[in-house]
């Protein structure tokens, strides 16, 4: 069994891995008497489209695209047919029509118009390379002394070779080494000006400053006294809060109240998820409704019809039904001219009281007569 050397090599197509001598070398061991490749002999040219179509004409079929792979074993099929040991175990219709069909094409060529040639397989550097043995039992017509200084030419060759791979080996090393050892000067250049930008108040030019002792205790003299002038407003900012009136701490900044509410919705909204991001009114503190005039009137006010609602939310309705009864007893949907028309129930002694406020009898639902 012969083994085929391909255009591009063990090492990229069978070996990833980087054992590609290791393996290629199994490989050529499990051939039968070494790897080999089949070559027309010297003053026989066959042609590709010949072999295809009369040698081996299903394996062309199945590989179409690989004619390097079809013409090796398109050689080694012909070498078989012209060999009488092997010939004698083909198809005797096969070995007459190819026979036939070659002398037919190329005439009569004595012997056989395919030769062996053993493959060795060397290392040299990281690469593996396939080359033809030198074998002195091989036929050939050049002289002993030829194939002598072929092959002392060949280890030549392959010395210098691996010369040059391990030349480059360590200047690639070389450049490795020099790179890291950049990187690491410019990290600490990097690492300097960071620093002296951060002793000499973070300024540009201060990065670039020269490290003496007297410009360190400048900069750390003017560290201590800037921390020293936060602290102490600090300090001021507390002592501030702390004069407040305990009422003004307890107000939460979001505790506040839209001023233009339109509809009788957006006073629900306000009184249970605020409006804006401002806090719910439901969950307003007394100091909180009573932190200004003007919120303290403003809730005074609202809470009128917030009570109605929470009322009519209690009797079963919804917020939109509820919303709808009171537009419909006091004849408008206007927010302000709702709150006028419950503060004058509040005068009506003919309503009655519903917890802490008067209710127009519309408004009244479920409650005993």
């Not at 107000?251 to 909204?269: G, H, I, M, T, Y």
Request: aromatic residues 6%.
């Amino acid at each position: 069994m012969g083994w085929r050397e391909g255009k591009k090599g063990s090492q990229s197509t069978l070996h990833p891995n980087g054992r590609s001598h290791a393996d290629a070398h199994v490989a050529s061991l499990l051939c039968d008497g070494g790897a080999i490749q089949h070559q027309q002999r010297d003053g026989v040219a066959i042609a590709d489209e010949w072999l295809f179509a009369n040698v081996v004409p299903a394996i062309r079929t199945r590989f179409q695209h690989d004619n390097r792979l079809c013409r090796a074993l398109g050689l080694a099929r012909l070498w078989g047919m012209c060999h009488q040991d092997v010939a004698d175990l083909l198809s005797e219709t096969d070995v007459a029509r190819i026979k036939a069909s070659f002398g037919e094409f190329y005439g009569d060529v004595e012997g056989n118009p395919v030769s062996k040639v053993k493959l060795t397989v060397v290392r040299v550097g990281a690469r593996v390379e396939i080359m033809p043995a030198v074998n002195n039992n091989q036929e050939s017509q050049q002289p002993q002394q030829q194939l002598a200084m072929q092959s002392n030419d060949n280890r030549q060759m392959l010395a210098c070779l691996q010369r040059i791979e391990e030349n480059q080996q360590e200047q690639f090393q070389l450049i490795r080494n020099a790179q890291v050892e950049d990187r690491r000067w410019m990290e600490q250049q990097v690492q300097l000006l960071l620093n002296n930008q951060r002793r000499f108040g973070g300024t540009t030019e201060g990065t670039f400053a020269r490290n003496q002792p007297r410009r360190r205790q400048l900069a750390a003299d003017h560290t201590t006294e800037l921390q020293r002038q936060q602290a102490q407003q600090q300090q001021q900012r507390r002592t501030a809060q702390a004069a407040l009136p305990m009422r003004a701490r307890d107000v939460a900044p979001n505790a506040q109240l839209a001023k233009n509410v339109r509809s009788l919705f957006e006073l629900w909204r306000e009184h249970n998820f605020g409006i804006g991001g401002n806090k719910p009114a439901r969950q307003f503190t007394a100091a909180e409704r009573n932190q200004s005039t003007n919120i303290k009137m403003m809730h005074s006010r609202r809470l009128c019809v917030w009570r109605v609602q929470v009322h009519l939310l209690n009797a079963g309705l919804a917020i939109e039904a509820a919303n709808q009864r009171i537009i419909d007893t006091y004849q408008t949907d206007k927010p302000a001219a709702i709150i006028m028309c419950i503060k004058r129930d509040q005068k009506n002694q003919a309503y009655r009281f519903v917890g802490s406020q008067r209710f127009h009898p519309r408004l009244l639902i479920n409650q005993p007569t």
